[in-house]
């Protein structure tokens, strides 16, 4: 359709029940067992650290409490950098390297189609599906990665989404908004509306909001009133009455200045997780829900998330207890996480782990500048094959640099001493052979702000730099522009040239410019 020529005033959507959903669900199971299948409700929003859920949205956040008496997890801690880190886990198992290639500027490439995504586990089963995200150009699925051939759900809300971020309404109107429509009410109601319109089968429903969070959480106190508005609705209805409902988010804030402090660093790592299960299933599974809620403080990852949803699939199972040395990477919440669990069984690497100590260290140690010479050179290979494209970056200033150190317990723990692994071991030698520093740089032309950690082998003095430890803690806008498309995973290293002509004449660096400075000064 051509927009415009058309007369839009306003844009409506809405959840259509598909013949096709009730057939393949009719051949799976009688309709005596719809109800008897838990639901489950997920909704997410972009960058929303537990305690900033509690400062932006305090309506929710009690009514989560109080109401539906979610289980809050605090311990909830990431695996990775950004949404797809978070979100792959969480619906798929795995992480992104241990699944097929599909980013999008990779020979032989593959659709996100063939992941082995949870909600396909549910749809076999007898569940009528939803995935909703707003926010086309950032979708998790969609910046870095080909996206979907076909609908991965049985009701899937990007079409609509792409169709109200290209219209000059949208163009035209209010932040955050669509003509009068505040865009998150879309959301909102397609999720509601979604529970009505299957009201008689089992559902399983994704949401994911980011166009309010991602940039800033400030904006997220606009949806409060109308998220409890939601939830009021449908817990009022009864349909929550069979319905696990899990509020969550990806991470925390990731720019802004209360990134740069150490509790915006904390904060980034460990976003908002919380897990309601319904009454009748507290009454049917006791120990389920025992175990949950002893979960609330322990360490747990999107990778519990998953197991946890396909435990949903097997409730009458029997309760999975781990020993010390049986801990795996991902362990449903419906069981005991064990107290004792660190970041390394969590398969959480030392850049995102909040169980370390941080010891300050000053810019002259020898550790440090190595750091930051084997960071910048990492920063200068990222680019390097695109260089037409990318300036090479240069060190401008070290803001921050510790040495991240676990917990003595965690060094020197060396077995359980009784069969119920209350009681440990601990030895007074302590054996380290590798050592992590964490460091925080500015960079220029970009005025970028990074952050890592460096492992150094005490061995053999080798500095490495994993791309998983990477953060970049500035708003980079478009200085990526030039690779956006084509190398989306460059986004947080590139600036593209076209961006810093004024610094140079007849295309090499001008007087005033600042000059490659690749080494430690």
């Known amino acids: 359709m051509?927009?415009?020529e058309a007369d839009f005033d306003q844009f409506l959507v809405q959840v259509y029940p598909k013949p096709e959903v009730f057939n393949r669900i009719s051949k799976i199971a009688l309709r005596s067992d719809f109800q008897e299948r838990p639901n489950v409700l997920m909704f997410g929003l972009d960058s929303m650290s537990r305690l900033s859920w509690q400062r932006?949205?305090?309506?929710?956040?009690?009514?989560?409490?109080?109401?539906?008496?979610?289980?809050?997890?605090?311990?909830?801690n990431i695996v990775g950098d950004a949404t797809t880190a978070a979100l792959i886990p969480m619906l798929t198992g795995k992480s992104e390297v241990e699944l097929p290639e599909v980013r999008k500027h990779f020979v032989e490439?593959?659709?996100?189609?063939?992941?082995?995504?949870?909600?396909?586990?549910?749809?076999?089963?007898?569940?009528?599906?939803?995935?909703?995200?707003?926010?086309?150009?950032?979708?998790?699925?969609?910046l870095r990665l080909n996206g979907f051939l076909r609908p991965p759900t049985d009701h899937y809300m990007r079409p609509f989404w792409q169709a109200l971020w290209e219209s000059p309404v949208h163009r035209d109107?209010?932040?955050?908004?669509?003509?009068?429509v505040p865009n998150h009410v879309y959301l909102l109601n397609y999720t509601k509306e979604f529970f009505v319109k299957y009201a008689n089968v089992s559902k399983?429903?994704?949401?994911?909001?980011?166009?309010?969070?991602?940039?800033?959480n400030n904006p997220g106190e606009y949806i409060d009133a109308d998220f409890v508005e939601m939830f009021e609705y449908l817990h009022k209805g009864?349909?929550?009455?069979?319905?696990?409902?899990?509020?969550?988010?990806?991470?925390?804030?990731r720019y802004s200045r209360v990134r740069k402090t150490i509790q915006g660093k904390m904060e980034e790592r460990l976003p908002m997780m919380s897990i309601a299960m319904p009454k009748q299933i507290r009454e049917n599974y006791p120990l389920l829900w025992r175990n949950l809620q002893r979960n609330a403080d322990k360490l747990v990852t999107p990778f519990d998330i998953h197991e946890t949803l396909i435990n949903i699939l097997n409730l009458s199972r029997k309760s999975k207890v781990h020993s010390f040395k049986t801990i795996p990477r991902g362990i449903s919440l419906l069981d005991e996480v064990p107290a004792n669990r660190t970041c390394s069984m969590a398969h959480i690497d030392m850049?995102?782990?909040?169980?370390?100590?941080?010891?300050?260290?000053?810019?002259?140690d020898t550790h440090v500048q190595k750091s930051v010479n084997a960071f910048v050179d990492f920063l200068d290979r990222q680019t390097r094959p695109v260089r037409h494209l990318c300036e090479e970056l240069r060190f401008k200033s070290l803001l921050h640099a510790v040495l991240l150190i676990p917990n003595e317990k965690v060094l020197m723990f060396q077995k359980s001493i009784d069969d119920d692994n209350r009681h440990g071991n601990f030895s007074s030698h302590i054996n380290v052979d590798h050592a992590h520093f964490q460091i925080t740089i500015a960079t220029s032309p970009n005025k970028g702000l990074f952050e890592t950690t460096v492992q150094v082998n005490m061995t053999s003095g080798a500095y490495t730099v994993l791309e998983s430890a990477v953060s970049r803690l500035d708003r980079y806008g478009n200085q990526p522009a030039c690779v956006q498309d084509k190398y989306p995973d460059l986004r947080k290293y590139c600036y593209c040239w076209r961006l810093h002509k004024t610094l140079t004449v007849g295309g090499k660096p001008s007087s005033t410019g600042e000059m490659p400075v690749k080494r430690w000064p």
């Open 56 to 76: 932006k949205m305090p309506r929710t956040y009690k009514y989560l409490q109080e109401v539906l008496g979610s289980v809050i997890f605090e311990g909830y």
């Open 204 to 216: 399983f429903a994704f949401t994911f909001g980011s166009e309010l969070t991602h940039w800033d």
């Open 238 to 253: 009864g349909f929550l009455d069979n319905t696990f409902v899990m509020v969550f988010a990806d991470h925390g804030a």
């Open 109 to 142: 490439s593959e659709y996100v189609d063939s992941y082995p995504l949870v909600w396909n586990n549910f749809a076999s089963k007898g569940y009528a599906t939803l995935y909703s995200e707003d926010e086309p150009s950032i979708g998790v699925f969609n």
């Open 351 to 364: 850049h995102w782990c909040t169980c370390l100590k941080q010891l300050e260290l000053d810019v002259t």
């Open 2 to 4: 051509d927009y415009e």
């Open 173 to 180: 109107s209010p932040r955050y908004c669509t003509g009068n």
